[in-house]
């Protein structure tokens, strides 16, 4: 009797026993198989997203760099054409203007009106400062000297308009805008406290002079000369307050001949604060679509095979209700607008000292 019960449980237990290996054999096999799937789906996935995040970013900041520096060069048209007309009178003048003119020199020194100084102190844009590197007083200049002054005073209404603007949009901001003459002296907005004599000597005209700086040896300044046209300057440390910049120069004639190089100095800050700003909001967007690929590629390929993975996979999925994907989706096709909104909320008070730092 206990024989046969022993053969019958024997004879019972093989065929399960099989079964079971089979059944397991099979499991694993699928489950390994799906998961190899798996991998190479999300390789493929995470390789073409890559591919498209970068495309994105680049083609955003062309775009934006792009428009941002044809509105530059938009400005230097401007201001080159208010210069012409007014070297032919198209210009109309009010003579009873006056301007509070002083010469860099000066104010260092304190040798300028009192009201320069008040002026200055109230607004950036109330004292028209001037460098030249002799003779400062304006009253012992040249008549062709105070004559270029004085345009560059009246014209100025458009440089100052155009800095007031870019201070609050777009990638650039201008820095400084100015026009330097074969003598030595350069008229720009906005005005200042900068000290011109604390730089290093420049020895391109000789040794002669009172003042170390001079804007026409500068290599914008040669190079303009030289070359007709626009050009953007390699970016360069500032000889007056040594920040990194870059300027937009192009040459300007008077009669047939070269009168001066206008320019206009512009920061890097948005633009490099705007390259962290866009990598810093794809790695955002990239690690959640990751994180949802994971969970969606895993649901669909082992669903039927592993059902104690379902309460893993729902609570991965609904991690990301639509809220969040609304928010993915906007920072996927506006790009930009997290660049700017991120890079001018990031370090409000760096902008503010960058755009109060004016260079040459």
């Known amino acids: 009797m206990q024989a046969l019960i ?10 399960i026993i099989i079964g079971v290996g089979i059944v397991l054999t099979i499991f694993y096999k699928q489950l390994w198989l799906a998961l190899d799937e798996w991998e190479r789906d999300s390789s493929k996935w995470i390789y073409q997203t890559q591919q498209q995040i970068l495309y994105n970013s680049v083609l955003s900041q062309q775009l934006l760099e792009q428009y941002s520096f044809n509105q530059l060069q938009l400005h230097m048209v401007v201001m080159k054409s208010l210069l012409s007309k007014y070297q032919q009178s198209i210009i109309i003048q ?22 320069v100084y008040d002026q200055l102190n109230q607004n950036m844009f109330y004292a028209d400062m001037y460098f030249v590197r002799s003779n400062f007083s304006f009253n012992i200049l040249t008549p062709q000297q105070q004559y270029f002054i004085e345009m560059n005073n009246r014209v100025s209404f458009y440089a100052r308009a155009s800095f007031l603007a870019t201070q609050t949009e777009g990638l650039i ?24 004599t604390d730089s290093d000597y ?12 001079d804007p026409r040896c500068r290599p914008w300044y040669t190079y303009a000369q030289q070359n007709q046209g626009f050009f953007i300057y390699e970016p360069y440390i500032d000889a007056i307050i040594g920040n990194l910049l870059m300027t937009l120069s192009s040459q300007v004639d008077y009669k047939n001949e070269f009168y001066s190089v206008d320019s206009i100095d512009f920061g890097m ?48 999925i609904r991690q990301y209700n639509l809220s969040k994907v609304v928010i993915i989706l906007l920072m996927i096709n506006l790009t930009w607008i997290c660049c700017i909104k991120h890079g ?7 902008q503010a000292q960058f755009s109060l730092s004016r260079a040459r």
């Open 94 to 115: 009010n003579p009873a203007a006056n301007f509070t003119v002083c010469s860099y020199r000066e104010l260092i020194f304190n040798q300028c009106a009192q009201n």
């Open 6 to 15: 022993l053969k019958l449980i024997i004879l019972v237990s093989i065929p």
């Open 202 to 213: 420049e020895t391109c005209m000789g040794n002669g002079y009172i003042e170390p700086y």
């Open 173 to 196: 901001q201008l820095i400084y805008l100015y026009n330097s003459d074969t003598t030595s002296i350069s008229y720009g907005v906005p005005s200042g406290f900068y000290n011109y």
């Open 269 to 316: 800050y948005f633009i490099i604060l705007c390259q962290y700003s866009i990598r810093l909001c794809l790695g955002q967007i990239q690690n959640i679509l990751i994180q949802i690929n994971f969970a969606v590629i895993l649901w669909n390929q082992c669903n039927n095979a592993i059902t104690k993975k379902k309460t893993f996979l729902v609570k991965q």
């Open 344 to 350: 001018k909320d990031l370090d409000k008070n760096s």
